[in-house]
């Protein structure tokens, strides 16, 4: 009995030890990056409070997000696109690449 127990300890010791050399070093981790999610709406216009309304629900829902850690490790980050309530700049807006916004 005494002799499984050393054993068991030596075993737990070692898997320990060795979790613990297989962590990368602090200046190594990787950080995740954002998630980007983009929406067109009239920040500016005939309709802005109903655009810069839904602007500040959607950062609210991010925020809760984030504050809870985010998905999987990543951030939500939001670019909103004004498209003064217009549809033909909307319709240029939606296909604005998110890269291109940064």
């Not at 950062?59 to 033909?88: M, Q, T």
């Amino acid at each position: 009995m005494l002799k499984t127990l050393r054993s068991c300890s030596w075993l737990v010791f070692f898997l320990m030890s060795s979790l613990s050399f297989s962590q990368p070093p602090a200046n190594q981790i990787k950080v995740k990056p954002d998630i980007l999610i983009g929406m067109t709406v009239p920040l500016s216009g005939e309709l802005k409070l109903v655009g810069v309304g839904e602007k500040e629900g959607v950062e609210v829902v991010f925020k809760k997000v984030n504050a809870e850690g985010g998905i999987d490790g990543r951030k939500l980050k939001l670019i909103a696109l004004d498209d003064y309530y217009d549809p033909i700049r909307a319709g240029k807006t939606c296909f604005v690449s998110i890269g291109d916004c940064q």
